[in-house]
């Protein structure tokens, strides 16, 4: 490209092949465009803010837009893979705007700063549209054993790259521009995903200038995965790490790590478990993932692993033994499914002291869409009063927001130039409107008063994450310009901190009984702190009588009618809680009710758990304690009942776990319960009884000592 000041590039025209065929990028899967390009006399080049390389769609000669992707400030040469999703806001328009439901030209092109002459400069090479993604799968050649180095390799060795993952020089991580499936659901043989490597694996980040700030070129949700896939009679096996040790005491070692440099991506080990014939997750850790889903009581392994700042994991039935979850999403973390193989998992809260906020926004409502102007770097030094909160014209509905990945209490602001004139409300976003925060203390008089001062004030319960600006969805506060004349003075901010975390690890989706093993739960500051996550915040969940659920708890809210103790309650009185045999009659009421039954320590208290419902003490807590009977003769039948109602709680025909006439037999009840026992033995042993035997506070054994019956005589 030669000449002075140029801005100008190469695009195709889509309908060649077709006449009049356009393509429409607003699809799913059609929005993100990849394209190589090289521009070798960065000299000339122009800064991103300008343009310097861009993107240019159109749907028609005249109309069209352009996206900036790169400039003299942030490129330094050689081969670069740009990927953007068409649905983000141009950078520039001509004409009327590209209609991105139809668009016929698609191309790159350059913005200099000077006179080029004489030389080929700029180069372009493999133009996509899609989902970028890499799929490793068995053919007709037979099966297929890959690794992270195997997915490099073969990419690497295509002459046209698809780029999707690279190797950068000196640097030993693997970089993805896109999603990593193992297997299909057509393949002809077995895939087997190995990688003890301890490989690091790393989603990048792109960029691009969209006119008024450096934001995300892409949509993680659609692109960024890892997942497996197999067909029906020819599975797929996915192994990350290696597990050592044996029984509850096996760790992970070597499973690497998986991580972001910014936008969220997802592990879906789950949607196609039927095909998958193991997934085992050893010893890796994955950082800032969104949802990492597993399933699989038979094929799933998650053992010496670290989710570290994601959104949730979602074991369901899977082995998840020996994790940590470390600060992860406000409201999130842990979901525990009603069947789990949850044991031995530990929690570690995020970090307490004041952090910055993850993104500060000025927006502006007068021009169409809004007009977006971020702050987050201000908002995160001490430079006096870099931190514009309004448009120089203000308008009724311009907000100043400030958000965090988490939900909390408190806002910390030092405001340099104090508001004058006007009037603002304080705001947060409940998932569809900016509403009033009720109740909140304003040290800063809406931006009015000057120093450091904070906003404190009760999360509310309808308080939702959203995206500002494609990615990185936060729990935004902020002040909306409101009726009452223009400011005279504009405030400046010259530095803002979030405090007061809202801890939860533990999200419970659905009332329902949750029983695990040893959850231990580390830095969350004063006990009885939030931990527990309901799904219910405003209303619990109230049954009437014939639609009760078997097996389920709950707790009488109105007598009416019927007769609870034909269901399983005690008695018939309001607030007595049951759990249900029979689905009732009559026109009594009761309200779904948690039940967590913890076994082997960290047991919550009613005050760790949030949004269960608008009643306290939503949520059973029971300590589940493992007795074992030891010394138990052969032909052994051992029968538990509760002492005050003749329930039995736990029992066995006949013991044959351990050696001959040292059998055992585990019960797990709740501590402290009040119990009778009694050993049958249907040789000439004789028979024991137990009464009002309190269940202990800890595991333990029960040893028997089974007399020989004199009067015994064997026909």
Request: charged fraction near 20%.
């Amino acid at each position: 490209m030669t000449g002075s000041a140029r801005d100008e590039g190469a695009w195709w025209d889509l309908s060649v092949t077709t006449p009049g065929a356009t393509v429409d990028f607003t699809a799913d899967a059609n929005r993100h465009v990849m394209v190589w390009v090289k521009f070798d006399s960065i000299s000339f080049l122009d800064t991103l803010e300008n343009g310097g390389i861009f993107i240019i769609a159109g749907s028609s000669t005249a109309n069209w837009s352009k996206w900036y992707m790169l400039g003299s400030d942030v490129y330094s040469g050689g081969w670069v893979r740009l990927i953007l999703d068409m649905a983000k806001k141009p950078s520039e328009n001509a004409g009327t705007p590209a209609s991105m439901n139809a668009i016929q030209f698609l191309g790159v092109g350059v913005k200099m700063n000077g006179t080029v002459t004489g030389a080929d400069n700029f180069f372009i090479d493999r133009l996509d549209y899609g989902q970028p993604e890499l799929q490793a799968y068995a053919d007709a050649v037979g099966n297929v054993d890959v690794d992270w180095q195997a997915y490099f390799d073969e990419d690497d060795a295509i002459g046209n790259k698809y780029g999707i993952i690279q190797k950068r020089p000196g640097n030993d991580p693997f970089f993805l521009l896109g999603g990593i499936t193992a297997g299909l659901s057509t393949q002809s043989g077995t895939t087997t995903f190995l990688d003890a490597s301890d490989a690091v694996v790393e989603f990048t980040n792109p960029t691009y200038h969209n006119g008024d700030a450096v934001v995300s070129a892409i949509d993680s949700s659609l692109i960024y995965k890892i997942s497996a896939e197999g067909a029906a009679s020819q599975n797929t096996a996915f192994t990350l790490g290696e597990v050592v040790g044996a029984a509850d005491a096996r760790q992970g070692v070597n499973g690497g790590v998986i991580q972001t440099a910014g936008p969220r991506f997802t592990m879906d080990f789950e949607t196609d478990i039927a095909d998958l014939s193991a997934v085992n997750i050893y010893g890796t850790k994955i950082k800032d993932a969104g949802v990492c889903q597993f399933s699989g009581s038979a094929e799933t392994d998650v053992i010496g692993s670290t989710f570290a700042g994601c959104d949730e994991v979602q074991p369901n039935d899977a082995e998840f033994l020996n994790n940590f979850i470390i600060a992860p999403s406000p409201d999130r973390g842990l979901e525990m499914a009603v069947t789990n193989g949850i044991k031995r998992v530990k929690f570690v809260a995020g970090e307490t002291a004041d952090q910055r906020f993850v993104r500060v926004w000025q927006i502006d409502v007068s021009p169409t869409p809004d007009g977006f102007v971020e702050f987050t770097a201000e908002a995160a030094e001490a430079t006096a009063d870099d931190v514009i909160c309004f448009p120089a014209t203000e308008a009724d509905g311009d907000l100043f927001v400030l958000g965090a990945p988490f939900k909390f209490a408190k806002a910390r602001i030092n405001t340099g130039t104090a508001r004058s004139g006007g009037a603002l409300l304080l705001r947060y976003w409940n998932g569809s409107a900016w509403a009033t925060i009720s109740g909140a203390t304003d040290g800063t008089n809406t931006l009015s008063t000057t120093g450091l001062q904070d906003i404190t004030f009760t999360p509310p319960t309808d308080w939702a994450a959203v995206s500002l600006d494609g990615e990185n969805p936060a729990f935004y506060i902020g002040f909306e310009v409101d009726t009452g004349g223009a400011m005279t003075t504009n405030p400046l901010v010259t530095e803002a901190w979030v405090a007061d975390q809202v801890e939860h690890h533990v999200h419970l989706p659905v009332h329902e009984t949750y029983s695990f093993t040893t959850l231990e739960f580390f830095g969350f500051g004063a006990a009885g702190a939030p931990k527990w996550h309901g799904e219910n915040s405003e209303t619990r969940q109230v049954i009437t009588a014939g639609s009760f659920v078997v097996t389920r708890t709950y707790e009488i809210v109105t007598a009416g009618s019927t007769d609870f103790t034909l269901i399983g309650s005690a008695d018939n009185n309001v607030g007595t809680r049951f759990t249900a045999t029979g689905v009732g009659s009559g026109t009594g009421t009761a309200a779904e009710v948690s039940q967590i039954d913890a076994s082997a320590g960290a047991d919550p208290v009613e005050g760790e758990f949030d949004n269960t419902g608008a009643t306290a003490g939503e949520v059973r807590v029971t300590n589940n304690i493992q007795v074992t009977f030891t010394g138990v003769k052969d032909d052994t039948e051992i029968r538990v009942y509760d002492s005050s109602s003749g329930a039995e709680l736990a029992g066995i025909e006949n013991a044959t776990a351990g050696d001959p006439d040292e059998r055992t037999f585990a019960a797990t009840l709740q501590a402290s319960t009040v119990v009778d026992y009694t050993l049958i033995n249907v040789a000439d042993w004789e028979i024991i009884r137990v009464n009002d035997f309190t269940w202990p506070t800890s595991d333990g054994t029960l040893p028997q000592e089974q007399r020989q019956e004199r009067n015994y005589n064997d026909p």
